[in-house]
């Protein structure tokens, strides 16, 4: 069979009015990773070969998948905590069984990035066993899993007032009292720039990891269109101390990248700040707002299961032995600490670019 037969490439505005359509009619488990806008992310910034691809099963469209390459391996989706195969219907198949296929086709035919339809039912049997794929998932998918990460899930409630009622009393303080402290938030996009990059670098060397640049940012604000890509910043008497940024899809918040200034923990920054984005995301119709993932375990976890979160594990799922990158290398932690600030700042968002 003529692989080229089971393939065909969509003009972009069409493909994304029809992934927001089938998305919106089928939400299932969706989150911010399905987002087709961010193809612009992975392209513009990534420089990667990024292909959104609408699964056909008999002629009728049965799955998602956002894909992108890097360098020698295939990632859905890199920076992001979730990816995969988003099935419109009940797993009409098998994942790895799918992925294996379209990683046969990417190989074979070597389409260009953009958005493409294919007919999964007529992608060759034969598979590459030396193709690597890696994803985040809700559920194991591939033959290798890691799972020392999970995410935290909060229910939105269409009124404010039922919000904060769903919230233990001892919570409700500490976020009544940020603001009765002084702390003030604006929400908005490049604007707010160049004072959440200020919290995120400090926080990020103070906790030992290479942080990303203000143009990994900016290609996120900018390739995000309809306020799906977010900045919230905490002030204190005119000054910056707490940041963070959310990506939102079909009503699904992520905070992905958060940071406060430590010095100012005795003002509860951190609880205003969160509370400060999900009223924001309650206010425009959201139903979940996600704390981003965590190690399980972590002290990080315990302060955002004082919220009423649902707890999710995170599957890490790749078709080879999972290695661990530097990441997890505490000692190179401990070293990055101790370096001057203006090196880890120019220096940094090369590595941090290369950790997905």
Not at 100 to 121: C, D, H, M, N, Y
Request: hydrophobic fraction near 35%; charged fraction near 20%; charge should be positive.
């Amino acid at each position: 069979m003529n692989i080229e037969s089971s393939i065909k490439p969509i003009p972009a505005d069409a493909a994304i009015t029809l992934w927001n359509r089938l998305t919106h009619i089928h939400p299932g488990e969706l989150t911010h990773a399905h987002n087709p806008d961010l193809f612009a992310f992975y392209r513009q910034y990534l420089k990667c070969c990024t292909w959104y691809i609408i699964l056909y099963q008999h002629e009728q469209p049965i799955g998602l998948l956002p894909l992108t390459k890097t360098r020698n391996r295939f990632f859905s989706q890199p920076h992001q905590s979730y990816g995969g195969i988003h099935w419109l219907i009940s797993a009409p198949a098998d994942d790895q069984d799918t992925l294996k296929r379209i990683l046969s086709w990417q190989v074979q035919t070597k389409p260009a990035s953009g958005f493409w339809s294919v007919k999964i039912e007529q992608l060759p049997v034969q598979l590459d066993q030396q193709l690597h794929i890696e994803l985040r998932s809700l559920h194991p998918v591939l033959n290798y899993t890691d799972r020392q990460k999970s995410t935290y899930w909060l229910k939105l409630f269409p009124g404010e007032k039922d919000q904060m009622e769903a919230l233990k009393p001892n919570l409700r303080r500490k976020i009544r009292a940020a603001k009765r402290k002084g702390v003030t938030f604006r929400v908005g996009k490049e604007e707010l720039l160049p004072d959440f990059m200020d919290v995120y670098r400090r926080n990020m060397h103070r906790l030992g990891s290479p942080a990303h640049g203000k143009d990994f940012f900016k290609s996120l604000l900018t390739s995000a269109q309809n306020e799906r890509a977010v900045l919230a910043v905490a002030y204190y008497q005119g000054k910056a101390i707490g940041g963070g940024c959310w990506l939102s899809y079909n009503g699904f918040y992520e905070n992905t990248h958060f940071a406060t200034l430590g010095n100012y923990n005795h003002l509860y920054t951190s609880f205003g700040l969160h509370w400060e984005m999900i009223c924001y995301a309650q206010g425009r119709g959201g139903h979940t707002y996600s704390f981003g993932r965590s190690t399980t375990g972590s002290t990080v976890e315990k302060f955002k299961t004082q919220w009423p979160v649902d707890v999710y594990p995170l599957y890490f799922n790749s078709t080879r032995p999972i290695k661990h990158t530097l990441t997890s290398k505490t000692w190179l932690s401990k070293i990055w600490k101790h370096l001057p600030s203006f090196l880890v700042n120019a220096i940094g968002p090369s590595i941090a670019k290369r950790i997905y």
